[in-house]
Protein backbone atom coordinates (compact mmCIF):
# COMPACT_ATOMS: atom_id res chain seq x y z
CA UNK A 1 0.00 0.00 0.00
CA UNK A 2 2.73 2.66 0.60
CA UNK A 3 4.47 1.90 -2.49
CA UNK A 4 1.03 2.54 -4.37
CA UNK A 5 0.52 5.74 -2.34
CA UNK A 6 4.46 6.39 -3.16
CA UNK A 7 3.75 6.02 -6.98
CA UNK A 8 0.46 7.85 -7.29
CA UNK A 9 2.58 10.91 -5.14
CA UNK A 10 5.16 10.88 -7.86
CA UNK A 11 2.92 10.74 -11.08
CA UNK A 12 0.51 13.96 -9.35
CA UNK A 13 4.40 15.93 -9.03
CA UNK A 14 5.40 14.84 -12.21
CA UNK A 15 1.57 15.75 -13.58
CA UNK A 16 2.17 19.38 -11.46
CA UNK A 17 5.47 20.56 -13.32
CA UNK A 18 3.50 19.09 -16.69
CA UNK A 19 0.96 21.56 -15.87
CA UNK A 20 3.28 24.45 -15.78
CA UNK A 21 2.88 27.38 -18.13
CA UNK A 22 5.26 29.17 -20.04
CA UNK A 23 4.91 32.88 -21.10
CA UNK A 24 7.76 34.30 -22.20
CA UNK A 25 10.69 31.44 -24.05
CA UNK A 26 13.62 33.64 -24.33
CA UNK A 27 15.98 33.07 -26.66
CA UNK A 28 13.88 29.69 -28.28
CA UNK A 29 11.38 31.90 -29.18
CA UNK A 30 10.55 35.98 -29.46
CA UNK A 31 7.38 35.83 -29.28
CA UNK A 32 6.10 38.59 -26.91
CA UNK A 33 8.82 40.62 -27.05
CA UNK A 34 8.68 44.09 -28.02
CA UNK A 35 11.55 46.29 -28.49
CA UNK A 36 11.19 50.20 -27.73
CA UNK A 37 14.08 51.33 -29.83
CA UNK A 38 13.47 55.14 -30.62
CA UNK A 39 17.50 55.76 -30.44
CA UNK A 40 18.09 52.83 -32.52
CA UNK A 41 20.39 50.66 -29.55
CA UNK A 42 18.03 47.91 -28.74
CA UNK A 43 18.04 44.77 -30.84
CA UNK A 44 17.96 41.23 -31.30
CA UNK A 45 21.28 40.83 -31.87
CA UNK A 46 24.65 38.10 -30.76
CA UNK A 47 27.41 38.26 -28.27
CA UNK A 48 30.33 36.83 -27.62
CA UNK A 49 30.47 34.63 -24.55
CA UNK A 50 32.92 32.25 -22.56
CA UNK A 51 36.15 34.63 -23.11
CA UNK A 52 34.35 35.12 -26.92
CA UNK A 53 34.57 31.15 -27.74
CA UNK A 54 30.92 30.97 -28.05
CA UNK A 55 28.75 33.05 -29.81
CA UNK A 56 24.45 32.92 -28.65
CA UNK A 57 21.59 35.64 -29.54
CA UNK A 58 20.87 38.43 -27.16
CA UNK A 59 19.22 40.97 -26.57
CA UNK A 60 21.08 43.95 -26.90
CA UNK A 61 20.31 47.42 -24.66
CA UNK A 62 22.58 49.80 -25.52
CA UNK A 63 20.63 52.41 -24.19
CA UNK A 64 18.93 53.86 -20.83
CA UNK A 65 15.56 53.56 -21.00
CA UNK A 66 15.62 56.85 -18.37
CA UNK A 67 16.60 60.31 -18.60
CA UNK A 68 16.30 63.13 -15.98
CA UNK A 69 13.91 60.35 -14.08
CA UNK A 70 11.86 60.10 -16.83
CA UNK A 71 11.42 57.17 -19.00
CA UNK A 72 12.28 57.05 -22.55
CA UNK A 73 11.08 55.06 -25.60
CA UNK A 74 14.25 52.52 -25.18
CA UNK A 75 13.53 49.19 -23.39
CA UNK A 76 12.28 45.72 -23.64
CA UNK A 77 8.57 45.56 -22.99
CA UNK A 78 7.13 41.35 -22.03
CA UNK A 79 3.68 40.90 -23.04
CA UNK A 80 1.38 37.98 -22.56
CA UNK A 81 -2.38 37.21 -23.31
CA UNK A 82 -4.22 38.42 -20.12
CA UNK A 83 -1.46 40.17 -18.53
CA UNK A 84 1.12 38.87 -16.01
CA UNK A 85 -0.26 37.32 -12.76
CA UNK A 86 0.84 37.32 -9.46
CA UNK A 87 3.42 34.74 -8.57
CA UNK A 88 4.73 34.72 -12.36
CA UNK A 89 8.22 34.01 -12.43
CA UNK A 90 10.88 35.80 -14.40
CA UNK A 91 14.27 34.28 -15.00
CA UNK A 92 17.06 36.86 -16.83
CA UNK A 93 20.63 36.15 -17.52
CA UNK A 94 22.75 38.26 -19.25
CA UNK A 95 26.70 39.74 -19.99
CA UNK A 96 28.41 42.73 -20.95
CA UNK A 97 31.36 42.14 -23.66
CA UNK A 98 33.78 45.07 -23.48
CA UNK A 99 37.76 45.52 -23.41
CA UNK A 100 37.07 47.94 -20.45
CA UNK A 101 36.79 45.57 -17.26
CA UNK A 102 35.58 48.54 -15.09
CA UNK A 103 32.37 48.94 -16.64
CA UNK A 104 29.11 48.19 -15.44
CA UNK A 105 25.94 46.57 -16.91
CA UNK A 106 22.93 45.31 -15.66
CA UNK A 107 19.15 45.50 -16.85
CA UNK A 108 16.53 46.91 -14.34
CA UNK A 109 12.89 46.23 -14.33
CA UNK A 110 10.82 49.30 -13.88
CA UNK A 111 6.82 50.03 -14.24
CA UNK A 112 5.50 53.92 -15.85
CA UNK A 113 4.87 55.60 -19.17
CA UNK A 114 7.31 57.17 -21.90
CA UNK A 115 7.64 60.75 -20.32
CA UNK A 116 6.50 59.57 -17.04
CA UNK A 117 8.68 59.24 -13.87
CA UNK A 118 10.07 55.44 -13.40
CA UNK A 119 10.00 52.99 -10.90
CA UNK A 120 12.36 50.73 -10.49
CA UNK A 121 11.31 47.51 -8.62
CA UNK A 122 14.17 45.02 -9.05
CA UNK A 123 18.06 45.43 -10.60
CA UNK A 124 20.08 42.34 -11.57
CA UNK A 125 23.25 42.15 -10.41
CA UNK A 126 25.70 43.46 -12.25
CA UNK A 127 26.43 40.99 -15.54
CA UNK A 128 29.97 38.99 -16.05
CA UNK A 129 32.23 40.38 -18.72
CA UNK A 130 32.05 37.44 -21.23
CA UNK A 131 35.12 38.98 -23.11
CA UNK A 132 37.31 38.19 -19.89
CA UNK A 133 35.65 35.62 -17.98
CA UNK A 134 35.05 31.86 -18.98
CA UNK A 135 31.82 31.78 -16.48
CA UNK A 136 28.57 30.65 -17.84
CA UNK A 137 26.01 33.95 -17.33
CA UNK A 138 24.34 33.98 -14.09
CA UNK A 139 20.80 33.16 -14.01
CA UNK A 140 18.60 35.90 -11.47
CA UNK A 141 15.00 34.95 -10.54
CA UNK A 142 11.72 37.30 -10.20
CA UNK A 143 8.60 36.55 -8.81
CA UNK A 144 5.79 39.08 -9.35
CA UNK A 145 4.11 40.39 -6.21
CA UNK A 146 1.65 42.15 -8.33
CA UNK A 147 -0.72 41.27 -11.38
CA UNK A 148 1.04 43.78 -14.30
CA UNK A 149 -0.09 43.84 -17.82
CA UNK A 150 2.77 44.37 -18.93
CA UNK A 151 6.57 43.12 -17.82
CA UNK A 152 9.34 46.36 -18.73
CA UNK A 153 13.19 46.10 -18.36
CA UNK A 154 16.00 48.37 -19.64
CA UNK A 155 19.57 48.73 -19.35
CA UNK A 156 20.99 49.81 -15.72
CA UNK A 157 24.81 50.60 -15.91
CA UNK A 158 27.33 52.16 -18.21
CA UNK A 159 27.62 49.98 -21.43
CA UNK A 160 25.56 47.64 -23.47
CA UNK A 161 23.72 44.78 -21.63
CA UNK A 162 23.54 41.84 -23.35
CA UNK A 163 20.27 39.56 -22.84
CA UNK A 164 20.76 36.74 -23.13
CA UNK A 165 17.93 34.58 -21.18
CA UNK A 166 14.56 35.68 -20.22
CA UNK A 167 11.65 33.60 -19.64
CA UNK A 168 8.59 33.86 -18.00
CA UNK A 169 6.72 30.83 -15.87
CA UNK A 170 3.44 31.04 -14.24
CA UNK A 171 2.61 27.68 -11.45
CA UNK A 172 6.56 27.61 -10.50
CA UNK A 173 10.15 28.26 -11.70
CA UNK A 174 11.00 28.40 -14.84
CA UNK A 175 12.77 24.99 -14.47
CA UNK A 176 9.31 23.53 -14.20
CA UNK A 177 10.56 22.42 -10.88
CA UNK A 178 10.03 23.77 -7.47
CA UNK A 179 11.23 23.42 -3.76
CA UNK A 180 14.24 21.16 -5.21
CA UNK A 181 16.83 20.00 -2.46
CA UNK A 182 20.47 19.72 -3.89
CA UNK A 183 20.95 17.37 -0.32
CA UNK A 184 21.96 13.83 -0.32
CA UNK A 185 18.27 12.09 -0.46
CA UNK A 186 18.29 9.40 2.01
CA UNK A 187 19.62 5.82 1.57
CA UNK A 188 16.01 4.10 2.27
CA UNK A 189 12.90 3.82 0.23
CA UNK A 190 12.52 3.47 -3.50
CA UNK A 191 13.49 6.36 -5.85
CA UNK A 192 11.71 7.32 -8.93
CA UNK A 193 11.27 9.49 -12.23
CA UNK A 194 9.36 12.56 -12.67
CA UNK A 195 7.07 10.15 -14.30
CA UNK A 196 6.63 7.78 -11.35
CA UNK A 197 8.64 5.53 -12.82
CA UNK A 198 10.92 3.21 -10.16
CA UNK A 199 14.37 4.06 -11.16
CA UNK A 200 17.88 2.76 -9.63
CA UNK A 201 18.75 4.84 -6.61
CA UNK A 202 22.25 6.01 -8.32
CA UNK A 203 19.97 7.66 -10.90
CA UNK A 204 21.13 11.26 -11.75
CA UNK A 205 18.79 14.15 -12.23
CA UNK A 206 15.81 14.88 -11.08
CA UNK A 207 14.11 12.19 -9.11
CA UNK A 208 11.85 11.57 -6.17
CA UNK A 209 12.79 9.63 -2.97
CA UNK A 210 10.71 9.48 0.19
CA UNK A 211 7.63 11.90 -0.99
CA UNK A 212 10.77 14.53 -1.46
CA UNK A 213 12.10 15.69 -4.72
CA UNK A 214 15.96 16.01 -5.34
CA UNK A 215 18.36 17.02 -7.56
CA UNK A 216 21.60 14.29 -7.89
Given at each position: ?9 A ?14 D ?6 G ?16 I ?32 G?F ?24 F ?7 K ?46 V??T ?6 ST ?13 G ?24 Y?K
Open positions: MKKFFTLIAVALAASVNAQTTLIYPTSQSITLHNVDGQISFATVKHTNKDEVPCIKIGKSFSAENLVVDNFVELTTEGKKGDVITIAGVFNNADDSKKAAVAFTGEVGEGKTYYTTKQFVNSRNTADDPAEEQITLTEDMPSVKFGRNGNTGACVKVVVRGGTGISNISAAAAKKNKTYNMAGQEVSSSAKGLIIKNGKKV
